[in-house]
């Protein structure tokens, strides 16, 4: 029979709090208080490693090394790290349990599990000066450094250090903890140093000083982050809001030591514990200044959780919470609640007591509620035994109601098993259903997986209906780690045990295979990796060039192709390069896309490598444009020559090439003769600006030189003469010979520039059905109506009526309508 | 306020926008304090669209710089870049880390968001420069710009088509299925996907593999696909197709000047992420719909936005914000001066009202309407001023020769005047990309030029407008636009073909009211869109026998009548019993492989299931998303243009949704907006000479 459920339970003013045990340890008596310890949240492990500064005896069987021993809530040995660097300033857990070990030297290592680690620096400033301590929490830490500046990491995946505001203080700190970026109004982690008398908050921005009543020796950030526990160096213990703005609670101590460890019970009181070599006191004050004292005898470690704190001590694991409303309702003696009534009637109905009818009669309106209680109340439990008492009461209570909904019954029944398969003492993690609640199922089994309890997971999983394809491949890299066996009945097993799931990714153990030294087995596991794109950054490591290349080029994913293609020509001669690079086509492509614009040099290489003349050509052809140099030009452009003329279906390129180094020979002597610059021009344009600088005969040169059709020559030169308004010159071009653009042009062109009567000039070398419309543009409607008489256009005639705006001019065209008629 | 005309079809298109709106924020607060931020150039466009320069003032932003090859002076202590992945901008950022570096008393933190998602040759390049330790690196997605309920655009640089068939690069296509991935991650899988064009196919293939892939992702990350449910594993509810059009497929359409208000507007103006520049004369003081939102983040460096003087243009938003605007933009442009006149009388009779209201009760009803009539009077001397700049152009005699060739063209009248018309358009040195817009659709409709005549023009065009058209021309070549034409070449052929079976040209257009999709250029039909209506519409299609050759066998489709397109089903059941639920059914290319045959690049026609195993499970997600949706019968056609698609691609296949008015939604989705010019723009030569011209225009 299980203790009754209040027996630990205290009470604090209203209210009550409990003290559960958890575990026995199964660690051999450890002298807490001569160890670092970080304990994870969660009821997650317990890290820890003999503290440098505390004496202790040595024995024969102790190492001169230090280690690290990283243990299970129940005290369960899970690795031990043989520690051979610096000197570590502090530990912390991140939140996919890994342990961040901080070194004096300014070096970051991460721990998983297995004792595997990666690590980071924190950049020049800590190495110079080194770290003395540092805050670590769940995804980042601040580091403070030997000259007091701050560093902080916000992401552990991508490590970027980022040096804080500087704080202005000069001496060590009296104490100083952070505020996680989730709870702070400007979501970047703020920092409060507690110097002197007062407090200083700094973040990336600045540093601002609270101007507070201090000195403070001991401090402590409520896990929901709005609340401050303050210790001052009077013993006065005080609660402030995190900005400093509403003073929550004052309580006086009376003891001038600071406590060892201050830390958050859930968010509304605080614990205290200081290690005296007399003995060991934990205090808990309330929010309305009344305590509990509790006393060990031996050492013990304080870890904060959201719902309550951990205890552990010499030998046990320990919970401490305040009791949770429903549980209290219940079990609180004397309670009269309707669920305290429901937990009754089901005592009463199994001793076949008629009181049961009673009790149920007697909450029937808030039979409902009663129910939800019970069944939150069994979650809140520990002991089994009382779990399976409160869902019965609820299942007993559920029956005399009409619908309802059972859904939350059936869900609490799921998370109890959970909960209970991961207490037991040989997995050891104590979760609170608040605690699982917050940390999700997924995230349960990934610590599952972690801590290499792979069938439990795949059960617990299965069970809940998540996704099993994350154990499943952890299990296969653990599998490999592990394994002694060769090759061939590795893969067959992992495969067997894998291929129930057809879209599984491989990558990641054939990565493992590759890093334990088997590369043979990751090949072949990478076979079954069904995305091209994850295979290749392991195959790029695996020095397979090709093969990296072509899974690359499959995937589709240029930016993959490019990676790969980089890495080779980094990696290998420029032949090789080239040689793996040229018979695919999308390789090719990209290269040349990239090289065009960052480096052309490579690209003439890989042109001149496949003969690809053409291309190389047009490459020289295009830089050629970028040359100020006329002579550089020249020369681009002859190797381009050079190039088409060796292909005899570009003829028409080379004759083309050939012309532009002869244009640009004139436009040079152009430029030394009339001092105007030329170059850069077209053959077209550089007509214009002939005939604009009044130079035709020369213009007339290039004509004939570079064979400009006479059509185009005509237009040039008419539209260089009516923008030089050379209306004389303009009338003797006209004259010259019959135009092969017909006459309408320089009509056109001089209306345009407004010159109706140089146009007039014009109208009458046009075709006849053309003259009266251009008459009516230049405002000649007398002699467009002339025109169109005389072309017998009757319908023109009419046009150019409409248009009239003059009634004279109009009478006229009526007039000349009328004759047409009759005629 | 900004584009509050989104998000009223069964598809919630907002929705789109809200997710990248909601980011923006988060990734600004990334950083703390006051920052200056640096924008891609290319970017400032689509995400004014998204959110207002208020929200970026909000959350601490100083300054806004545009990112480009200078060295920025700047006291900000914290920069953030937000930049597509291209490797000019690293190197950018490359040199103003390093030029900061060198004066130690400035401490700046760097971020660098990556549009939609950072690539490692990206982070690699950063490492090469020796910044990357330097930068925080992070993702910003943003696939797709809603500009209207039915057009989304994932705004790419305008050269997608260029990369994809001349250089061979297929980043757009991995870009583009991305994009689509997220579409079906948010409203479920298409349950068919057809297509036609060689990339289009390719487009297809990666979708249908990434599916397959995807499926691991969410399978490694399941605990946040738990919060974020993704329709993945469920075929939509809403949409029936996705229709790929391959931009090379149909080249003819963008090469053709574009007819529609909107067309026009395009072609004349030039519109940029769906905004247009215009004289502050034509836009007036008064701010119309929408135009609050088009205070583009200031572009010039040294925020310069007090130098944006008088004279500068201003930029107005061209979306169904404007009321006015929605009527018009699909309209044919000779249809529009009516309106607006019909219009301007009725809104001055809104105002004569003020005459007849007598009573207290009515002057206030009056005065309450005032504020719409006085906006909606802004917004049509907006547009009045629009209309009367774009008539200025078409009633000239060579818009209507260059239109007249395009129509002769596409219809394959056969006559020389084309090329002697084109010659005359080199002679008087016209912009090289109007030569090669008309020189390209012969060349395309002809199935090449002869061989001389293509010597001949290469010469003009090389003589005329320089040398470093040697490339262009050898480009345009390559890319099939400007070719001989050999006796073995079928292309002429087959663009008859085509014209005929598909009847591409409609003689009789009423663009009052039109019966067809062709009014958009006024009797030409976009080959694309035919191509949708193919697949989606199940026109009939005669086959394309050499024993009837010159009528267009489409009749029933685009029959002069009212009944449009629905068209006489009495010719349907003859051609095979094709009856009326095949409209709402999806078939796919059925019944078109011959068609398919006559245009380039491969056909796809996909289906998508959703395996057995997860059917459950899906029917639940099925289930659950049409109870937040509602359940509507009528499902969308997604009709994707890889390539860039043009504003009469849009207003065609708008046309279609009215015919298919109850039964069928479109959306169209593209890579980017297209006409003929920024087509070959991509292609065009520059030579830095040109280059420097061109940036002091801007």
């Known amino acids: 029979m299980a203790p009754n459920p209040t027996s630990g339970w205290i009470q604090l003013q209203d209210r009550f709090y409990r003290k559960v045990e958890v575990y026995s340890l199964l660690w051999k008596q450890i002298e807490l208080s001569k160890f670092i310890i970080a304990g994870a949240q969660y009821g997650g492990p317990i890290a820890m490693i003999r503290d440098d500064k505390k004496v202790l005896l040595l024995q024969n069987q102790q190492p001169i090394k230090p280690i690290i021993y990283i243990y299970s809530s129940a005290g369960k040995l899970l690795q031990q790290i043989q520690w051979d660097k610096g000197r570590i300033v502090a530990m912390g857990w991140t939140e996919q349990e890994q342990l961040v070990v901080a070194m004096e030297e300014g070096t970051i290592r991460m721990y998983n599990l297995d004792g595997e680690y990666t690590q980071f620096t924190l950049g020049k400033e800590a190495k110079e000066h080194g770290v003395t301590d540092c805050q670590i929490w769940g995804n980042g830490l601040v580091a403070m450094t030997g000259n007091y500046q701050l560093i902080s990491v916000t992401n552990f995946e991508e490590p970027r250090p980022k040096q804080l505001a500087d704080p202005g203080i000069s001496e060590p700190p009296h104490c100083w903890t952070v505020i996680l970026p989730q709870y702070t109004l400007s979501r970047h982690v703020e920092v409060l140093i507690a110097t002197a008398a007062t407090i200083i908050v700094v973040d990336g921005q600045d540093a601002v000083d609270q101007r507070l009543q201090g000195p403070f020796t001991k401090m402590a950030v409520s896990p929901n982050g709005k609340f401050l526990a303050l210790f001052t160096s009077e013993g006065k213990l005080w609660v402030v809001s995190t900005d400093f703005q509403k003073n929550l609670s004052e309580f006086a101590t009376k003891s001038g030591i600071p406590p060892q460890q201050l830390a958050w019970c859930g968010t509304d009181s605080v614990v205290l514990y200081w290690e005296l070599s007399t003995s060991k006191i934990v205090l808990m004050i309330g929010p309305f200044g009344d305590w509990i004292k509790l006393s060990y005898d031996d050492a013990i470690y304080l870890i904060p959780e959201i719902d309550g704190v951990r205890v552990i001590t010499a030998d046990k694991c320990e919970f401490l919470q305040k009791v949770p409303s429903p549980t209290e309702e219940i079990f609180a003696i004397g309670s009269t609640s309707a669920s305290a009534m429901l937990y009754d009637a089901l005592d009463h109905f199994e001793r076949k007591s008629p009181k049961a009818d009673d009790n149920i009669r007697g909450i029937r309106a ?169 295979q290749v950054p392991l195959l790029i490591s695996m020095q397979e060039d090709e093969l990296s290349l072509v899974k690359a080029i499959e995937s589709g994913d240029t930016d993959l192709v490019y990676l790969v293609i980089f890495h080779l020509k980094r990696k290998l001669p420029l032949g090789e390069f080239f040689r793996l690079v040229n018979n695919k086509p999308l390789a090719c492509n990209l290269l040349q896309v990239y090289c065009k614009e960052q480096d052309r040099e490579l690209l003439k290489d890989f042109y001149y490598q496949d003969d690809r003349r053409i291309e190389s050509a047009n490459l020289s052809l295009e830089e050629s444009f970028g040359e100020t140099d006329i002579v550089e030009r020249i020369s681009k452009l002859r190797i381009a020559l050079k190039l088409y003329q060796d292909d005899r279906n570009h003829t028409f390129e080379a004759k083309m090439v050939e012309d532009s180094i002869k244009v640009l020979q004139l436009q040079t002597q152009l430029e030394k003769d009339l001092k105007e610059s030329f170059v850069g021009l077209s053959i077209s344009q550089t007509i214009h600006k002939c005939i604009i600088l009044g130079q035709s005969s020369k213009a007339a040169k290039i004509k004939t030189d570079f064979k400009v059709t006479e059509k185009r020559f005509w237009w040039i030169k008419l539209q260089g003469l009516v923008e030089t308004r050379d209306w004389e010159e303009l009338e003797k071009f006209a004259k010259s010979k019959k135009s092969p653009i017909g006459y309408e042009p320089f009509v056109q062109e001089c209306i345009k520039m407004r010159q109706f009567q140089e146009a007039s000039k014009y109208i009458m070398k046009c075709e006849p059905a053309a003259r009266p419309m251009l008459f009516v543009k230049i405002g000649a409607f007398r002699e467009a109506a002339e025109q169109a008489f005389t072309n017998k256009d009757m319908a023109t005639l009419r046009e150019v009526r409409a248009k009239c705006p003059n009634s004279v001019v109009g009478q006229e065209v009526d007039n000349l309508i009328i004759q047409l008629d009759t005629k | 306020m900004s584009a509050s005309h989104l998000g009223k079809t069964p598809l919630d298109i907002a929705k789109l926008r809200d997710a990248v709106r909601k980011r923006l924020p988060e990734l600004l607060d990334t950083v703390r304090g006051k920052k200056g931020l640096i924008l891609d150039p290319q970017l400032t466009g689509p995400l004014s669209l998204i959110a207002e320069i208020s929200i970026l003032k909000d959350h601490g932003v100083e300054k806004i710089y545009h990112l480009d090859d200078n060295i920025l002076d700047t006291d900000c202590k914290n920069l953030i870049y937000i930049c597509r992945p291209k490797l000019k901008y690293m190197k950018y950022i490359a040199a103003q880390i390093r030029k900061d570096r060198q004066d130690t008393s400035k401490r700046i933190e760097y971020s660098l968001f990556f549009v939609s998602q950072r690539t490692m040759l990206c982070e690699r390049v950063l490492e090469e420069e020796g910044v990357l330790g330097d930068i925080t690196l992070g993702e910003f997605a943003m696939e797709w710009i809603p500009f209207e309920d039915d057009l989304i655009s994932m705004e790419l640089d305008n050269s997608t088509w260029k990369e994809l068939n001349l250089d061979g690069d297929t980043t757009a296509i991995h870009q583009a299925a991305k994009s689509l991935m997220k579409l079906q991650q948010i409203y479920g899988l298409f349950p068919r996907i057809i297509g036609k064009g060689d990339s289009a196919k390719a487009l297809a293939d990666m979708l249908i593999r990434m599916r397959r892939e995807q499926a691991v992702v969410e399978e490694v990350s399941s605990s946040t696909s738990r919060q974020n449910p993704s329709l993945l594993n469920s075929l ?59 205070a583009q983040p200031a572009a010039t460096p040294a925020g310069a936005s007090a130098a944006v003087a008088a004279g500068k243009k201003k930029n107005y938003a061209l979306n169904s914000g404007d009321k006015l605007f929605s009527q018009l933009c699909d309209l044919n442009f000779a249809v529009v001066g009516g309106l607006l006149n019909k219009i301007a009388k009725r809104i001055n009779e809104n105002y004569e009202e003020r005459h007849q209201a007598k009573t207290m009760a009515q002057i206030r009803t009056f005065v309450g309407k005032l504020p719409d009539l006085q906006q909606e009077h802004q917004s049509l001397r907006t547009h009045t001023g629009i209309a009367e700049e774009i008539m200025s152009q078409t009633i000239t005699d060579e818009f209507n020769r260059m239109l007249e060739t395009q129509q002769n063209l596409v219809a394959g009248v056969d006559s020389n005047s084309e090329v002697d018309y084109i010659e005359e358009l080199i002679d008087k040195q016209e912009p090289i990309v109007k030569v090669l817009r008309v020189l390209c659709l012969m060349s395309l409709v002809q199935g090449g030029l002869k061989a001389k005549v293509l010597e001949h023009f290469k010469r003009e065009i090389i003589q005329t407008y320089g040398y470093e058209h040697i490339q262009t021309l050898y480009d345009l070549e390559r890319l099939g636009l400007f070719n001989v034409r050999t006796s073995s070449n079928a292309s002429r052929a087959a663009y008859a073909n085509v014209r005929r079976t598909l009847r591409l040209i409609v003689n009789e257009v009423d663009e009052h009211n039109p019966a067809d999709i062709s009014y958009v250029y006024s009797g030409y039909a976009p080959l694309s869109v035919r191509l949708v209506q193919c697949a989606v519409q199940k026109i009939s299609a005669g086959h394309a026998g050499g024993s009837v050759p010159g009528i267009g066998l ?145």
């Open chain 1, 366 to 534: 808030e039979l409902g509620d009663a129910v939800d209680n019970c069944i939150e109340a069994a979650g809140h439990e520990f002991s089994e035994h009382y779990q399976r008492l409160l869902l019965k009461a609820a299942a007993f209570g559920k029956c005399f109601l009409d619908s309802y909904n059972a859904e939350q019954f059936v869900n609490m029944a799921q998370n109890l098993r959970v909960m209970n398969a991961v207490r037991y003492y040989d997995i050891g993690i104590p979760i609170t259903y608040a605690q699982y609640q917050r940390l999700t199922p997924e995230s349960l089994i990934d610590r599952l997986i972690n801590r290499n309890h792979h069938l439990l997971a795949m059960r617990i999983a299965s069970y809940l209906k998540i996704r099993t394809d994350r154990i499943l491949i952890h299990w296969a890299c653990a599998k490999i780690k592990a394994s002694t066996e060769d090759e061939e009945t590795i893969c067959r097993a992992i495969v067997d045990k894998l291929s129930l799931n057809a879209s599984l990714s491989y990558a990641e153990i054939a990565k493992t295979a590759y890093k334990a030294g088997q590369p043979r087995l990751a090949t072949r596991l990478l076979d079954y990796e069904p995305r091209a794109a994850d």
């Open chain 2, 236 to 294: 939509s509810t809403h949409i029936d197709q996705l229709v790929i059009i391959d931009r090379n497929v149909d080249l003819y359409t963008p090469l053709c000047t574009q007819l529609t208000y909107e067309g026009l507007i395009d072609e004349i103006f030039r519109i940029k992420h769906s905004f247009v520049e215009l004289d502050p004369s034509l836009v007036g003081t008064a701010p119309a719909p929408g135009q609050s939102v088009s």
């Open chain 2, 554 to 698: 489409l009749v029933n489709v685009v029959g002069g009548g009212s009944s449009g397109t629905i068209g006489s089903n009495q010719t349907a059941s003859q051609n095979g019993g094709q009856d009326k639920t095949d409209k709402t059914t999806v078939t796919g290319w059925k019944g078109y492989e011959e068609i398919l045959k006559l245009l380039p690049g491969a056909a796809v026609d996909e289906v998508q299931t959703v395996e057995a195993k997860n059917e459950r499970e899906a029917k639940a997600t099925a289930a659950r998303a049409k109870r937040s949706l509602g359940s509507h019968h009528k499902k969308t056609t997604i009709v994707f243009f890889l390539g860039g698609c043009t504003f009469t691609e849009v207003s065609a296949i708008r046309f279609l949704a009215q015919q298919d008015e109850g039964v069928r939604d479109y959306l169209v989705a593209t890579t980017q907006m297209i006409n003929g010019s920024t087509l070959l723009e991509s292609v065009i030569q520059s030579t830095p000479f040109d280059r420097g011209e061109s940036v002091e225009q801007v």
